[in-house]
């Protein structure tokens, strides 16, 4: 049995021969006569050579995609957005409210808006001529960075509804 190396350092150009090298050649026999008695023309053994390598390549791929899967599998997650508990900041005056929250984030929610729960669309000029009746989100839920707060007032002369 003749054992045949085929090995290429680049692919063979249009009209070249393909390097075939055969293990038994340290015995005397020849390349083209194994490749021809194992019924294959050296472009058959050039073709199971590249389909060869072709394979080896296409392992090593998915070896390569199957580890940088794992890692991304296993690499820590993202810290997740900070969260805090919404204090009950009913009755206290907007302002208050407003400072509550920039206070119990260090800063990180500085924006809150609020709406006039009379329904007359006042504008809160000065917040502390406005007291909190109600929050979103309620006292007790969770809040981050990304929730918008909104705080339902009405003037300190007033009822809550």
Request: glycine fraction near 8%; charged fraction near 15%.
């Amino acid at each position: 049995m003749t054992v045949f190396l085929l090995y290429r350092a680049r692919a063979p150009m249009p009209g070249e021969q393909a390097n075939v090298q055969p293990a038994a050649d340290k015995f005397g026999d020849s390349g083209q006569a194994g490749v021809a008695s194992a019924g294959l023309s050296v472009a058959d053994a050039t073709m199971r050579g590249s389909l060869r390598e072709l394979e080896v390549v296409m392992k090593s791929v998915l070896i390569a995609a199957a580890t940088v899967g794992v890692a991304i599998a296993l690499s820590p997650v993202a810290a997740a957005e900070p969260s805090w508990t919404m204090p009950n900041l009913i009755g206290m005056d907007l302002q208050g409210a407003q400072d509550a929250i920039q206070s119990l984030t260090h800063g990180e929610v500085w924006f809150s808006s609020s709406t006039d729960l009379t329904g007359k669309g006042r504008a809160q000029i000065s917040d502390r001529n406005w007291q909190v009746c109600s929050s979103t989100p309620a006292p007790g839920a969770k809040f981050s960075v990304s929730t918008e707060i909104d705080f339902g007032v009405v003037r300190v002369s007033e009822d809550c509804p």
